[in-house]
């Protein structure tokens, strides 16, 4: 069918299968330990990635628009140790103000 | 006193503990339903997805690279090096999943990171706690995507409400724990830099998987 199914399926296919890894196939062993310090860096190196794609990123260009306000308005919020849903209404609403205004 | 649940605790003792969690798996199931709906992904493809990827992170991450207009691969890829880490999670509650492979396989799909982080808040790794969380935290995520997606029709264009930030500041909270480590915080600089630097010169998904390689900074002394 289109993207979003593909998506589905092979991401979950993938998940399912990382979860399982442990209690299914590998019982009481560990990683070892360089695998698992590369595996520890994935989730914030994916993370932060995904911040920089959604608030500069543009088709083949670094954009700066009203998403850097909003995201600038959200890492206050995190500093504040704002809930992240908070943080994501901060983003959201400021973003859409200067879209408005601008 | 000398109730056998003060020690062996059971899956509902697992639920009542996610109980005060709660109210996270819903609203960020809301969320994820009201922007996989008026995004296009479709109401019914984001409803399985809860079901079976059943991942926040990764969910979001897949929705936001395809919203941008990203290659399916991209989104894949960015989806399934995020949920990488649940090998490793998996790894270190592997002994505590009693019976056959068919049954620890489904059981092990309880385990995201709130449920295996209450589990082993006692010192040792507890199952009933892993599987009552995840089950109770299951239940909410997937009835919270239906709800949201049964909200997003209202909205027509999405990105004018300014969700294309709301993304990055989700990515952003959620990146917050781990970079209380000097390894994490530097691979995640890292990380940057190669985005930003490919930004210009890739199609829109590309940068984000090139720039986990940033990881392999786990292999340095």
């Excluded at chain 1, 062993?29 to 994935?42: A, M, N």
């Excluded at chain 1, 809930?83 to 103000?97: D, F, N, Q, S």
């Excluded at chain 2, 009933?128 to 089950?135: D, T």
Aim: aromatic residues 6%; charged residues 10%.
């Amino acid at each position: 069918m289109n993207s979003a199914w593909i998506v589905v399926a092979l991401v979950g296919v993938a998940t399912i299968a990382f979860k399982a890894a442990g209690p299914v196939l590998i019982g009481r062993r560990s990683l070892p330990p360089h695998v698992q310090s590369v595996v520890d860096l994935l989730a914030p190196v994916m993370l932060i990635a995904l911040v920089v794609t959604q608030t500069f990123g543009g088709d083949e260009e670094i954009t700066v628009d009203a998403r850097v306000a909003g995201v600038g308005a959200a890492v206050v919020a995190i500093w504040l140790r704002a809930h992240v849903i908070i943080a994501m209404a901060v983003a959201a609403a400021v973003t859409a103000l200067v879209r408005l205004v601008a | 006193m000398g109730d056998p649940t003060d020690s062996q605790p059971r899956i509902r003792d697992g639920m009542r503990a996610a109980l005060p969690l709660a109210p996270s798996p819903i609203l960020f199931g809301l969320s994820y339903g009201v922007l996989a709906d008026a995004s296009g992904f479709g109401a019914v493809a984001a409803v399985v997805m809860s079901a079976t990827t059943f991942a926040g992170a990764a969910q979001f991450a897949s929705l936001s690279v395809l919203d941008a207009g990203g290659t399916v691969v991209a989104a894949v890829l960015a989806a399934v090096f995020l949920n990488a880490r649940y090998a490793a999670i998996s790894l270190t509650v592997a002994s505590i999943f009693p019976g056959g492979k068919l049954r620890r396989l489904v059981e092990s799909q309880a385990i995201v990171d709130e449920s295996w982080a209450l589990s082993g808040k006692r010192g040792r790794f507890e199952w009933p706690i892993l599987v009552g969380a995840g089950m109770l935290f299951y239940v909410l995520w997937i009835g919270s995507t239906a709800a949201g997606t049964a909200i997003g029709g209202v909205l027509d264009d999405p990105n004018a409400l300014g969700l294309d930030a709301a993304f990055a500041a989700l990515f952003l909270a959620m990146a917050v724990p781990y970079l209380r480590e000097r390894r994490a915080r530097q691979a995640a600089a890292l990380a940057a830099v190669i985005t930003l630097a490919l930004t210009p010169f890739a199609p829109i998904g590309v940068p984000l998987i090139v720039a986990s390689a940033a990881c392999l900074l786990g292999l340095r002394r």
